[in-house]
């Protein structure tokens, strides 16, 4: 046991941007928490880093608002400066600058340019990005009512949100109906499977229809804090503290043992909890719970959760390759914005790819290297990368006359984790580096080839062993039905209840499709859940005496 035998209102597990939000709030409304992190610092996947006086973001390279991150941080009274964070999108030599709504016609103009055969194709897609614009002015139009007191709030109940409700219901309705996944839906509208792929090889096998073609929308609001990333989480940390929460790094959880509402961590501590926030991944939750003391009602229903989520996939990963050049920002600035979408063929993936990958993985102890690392050669070749550049956000995370590169694409757990068994998997990530550098340097940065000071990389496997989350997913679980949780918006009240009353589960695993807004959301909901049932037990305590 801890040694003040204490008993906390409540305990949160997992300091990433869910956890957080948790300790945040409970801690300001009076509660004594207790936040346990595994890691030496907070954030999980909102981090900053530094190596060489270069800051690097590790997660997440910008900030969505979606009416969430900004009333959230108004409530609690923090301030975090940011500034816009524009995005540059480019294929071959094309590259489009966008700065306002008009730049979904330069979009348009662009692909025309590419791919004059297809006028149709283009036509119908961005009627479809138009239409999904729309909506997303719908969706992120009003500051989340989570995030004020509506009681209080008389005004926005009657001028904004009750006004608002009947068109978000509408499109809630209308976005249901794109739940599908992009790939497909794609296919009914899109005869050239070039231009397919170019649209939607950037995100996650089977997402939602709606949530990938909705992103030409958020680039427009795409933020960077001043300091980087880890500047978000570190403000939730400062404000938990200040409000006399409890933070414990280091401390990772292996045990919870429901029945007598109790963690156990790594060296043999314990600490009593009226109500747990489990804010981690969600398979090792169910793999570490112990139901032993619990009704049997609650054991029964715990143990069907349990086996549906342990039958289920973490959504898909990334790779991540960090460079730091010996080359000036003015370079870079002449290319792109900071936050750039790079295709540097045409041609796109294709299905090839992702039936060559599945040949691969299903055939791994057979197949040669050699032929690995041609299907490589492909993949970087006609992949899609996401370039991030903090110094042309804040030129104070590079050193001078340096410029710092933060390279990702989407990239199969699996494949890193059968080079891994195989006994290859760092020369595995070398071959890949290179490739990339290779691809990159032909193309947008020729520069690369020989200003490289250093690089460094973190796989699939990097991020499950950092922030333990499985198959290195980092929006929570894969698209693939059925998802383990809630996932409609209408319900997202919900997504934080498990089996057991004592315990709630936030962040990206609580709700599907996640992010960095939903991750908060989510953290808050179970927040309120906690401080509700706390007065409405005082309440009858009160009743009672
Ligand atoms: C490269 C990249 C790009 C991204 N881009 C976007 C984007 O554009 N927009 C967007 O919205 N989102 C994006 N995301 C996703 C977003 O960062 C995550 O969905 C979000 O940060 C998840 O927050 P979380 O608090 O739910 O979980 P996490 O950040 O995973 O936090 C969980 C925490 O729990 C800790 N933990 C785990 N197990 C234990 C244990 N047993 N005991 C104690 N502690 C434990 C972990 O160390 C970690 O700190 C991106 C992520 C990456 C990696």
């Not at 009333?71 to 923090?78: A, I």
């Not at 949530?211 to 500047?231: E, I, T």
């Not at 071959?431 to 520069?447: F, I, K, Q, W």
């Amino acid at each position: 046991m801890n040694p003040s035998h204490k008993t906390y209102d409540t305990i949160i597990v997992g300091a990433g941007i869910a956890g957080l939000t948790s300790a945040a709030y409970l801690a300001s409304a009076g509660r004594t928490v207790l936040l346990v992190e595994k890691n030496k610092e907070c954030g999980g996947l909102v981090n900053t880093l530094v190596r060489d006086g270069f800051r690097f973001d590790a997660g997440v390279r910008a900030l969505l608002d979606a009416g969430i991150v900004f009333p959230m941080l108004k409530e609690l009274g923090l301030r975090l400066e940011v500034v816009k964070s524009p995005v540059s999108l480019g294929i071959e030599k094309d590259i489009l600058h966008i700065e306002d709504e008009s730049g979904l016609a330069e979009y348009g103009a662009l692909l025309r340019r590419l791919y004059p055969e297809s006028p149709e194709d283009i036509r119908a897609v961005l009627a479809i990005i138009r239409r999904i614009m729309k909506d997303m002015d719908v969706l992120y139009g009003i500051e989340n009512p989570m995030f004020k007191d509506v009681k209080r709030d008389l005004p926005f109940v009657f001028k904004t949100l009750l006004p608002w409700l009947p068109k978000f219901l509408f499109t809630v309705r209308k976005i249901n109906r794109m739940n599908g996944p992009v790939e497909y839906y794609l296919e009914a509208a899109v005869k050239n499977s070039s231009l397919r792929d170019i649209i939607s090889q950037h995100f996650f096998r089977n997402t939602p229809a709606f949530f990938a073609l909705s992103y030409f929308s958020l680039y427009l609001d795409y933020v960077y804090p001043k300091g980087g990333m880890g500047k978000l989480a570190e403000a939730l940390v400062q404000k938990t503290k200040d409000s006399g929460g409890d933070i414990r790094t280091e401390v990772k959880i292996i045990e919870v043992a429901a029945g007598r509402r109790l963690v156990k961590d790594q060296n043999g501590g314990e600490y009593a909890y009226d109500n747990l926030v489990w804010a981690a991944d969600l398979k090792t939750f169910h793999r570490l719970v112990d139901t032993k003391g619990l009704p049997s009602r609650v054991r029964d229903a715990f143990e069907r959760k349990k086996s549906e989520m342990l039958g289920r996939r973490g959504g898909d990963s990334v790779y991540t390759l960090f460079l730091e050049i010996d080359e000036p920002l003015e370079t870079f600035k002449a290319i792109s914005n900071g936050h750039f979408f790079y295709t540097p063929s045409k041609r796109g993936l294709g299905r090839v790819h992702r039936e060559e990958l599945d040949r691969l993985l299903h055939h791994w102890d057979e197949v040669d290297r050699g032929r690995i690392l041609a299907w490589m050669d492909d993949f970087t070749k006609f992949n899609t990368y996401e370039i991030s550049i903090p110094g042309l956000k804040d030129p104070d995370s590079v050193p001078p006359g340096q410029t710092g590169l933060i390279v990702s694409f989407l990239a199969e757990y699996d494949l890193f984790d059968k080079a891994l068994k195989s006994g290859w998997v760092d020369e595995f990530n070398a071959e890949l580096e290179a490739r990339v550098l290779n691809v990159l340097g032909d193309s947008v940065y020729p520069m690369l080839k020989d200003k490289e000071i250093r690089r460094f990389s973190f796989s699939p496997l990097d991020i499950e062993r950092r922030i333990g989350s499985s198959e290195g997913a980092i929006t929570g679980w894969s698209f693939q039905d059925p998802v383990p949780v809630i996932n409609k918006i209408q319900k997202a009240a919900r997504s934080v209840l498990t089996p057991i009353p004592s315990i709630y589960q936030a962040g990206q695993w609580a709700y599907s499709p996640a992010g960095v807004p939903m991750s908060i959301l989510t953290g808050k909901i179970a927040t309120d859940k906690i401080l509700k049932k706390k007065r409405r037990s005082s309440g009858n305590a009160r009743k009672t005496a």
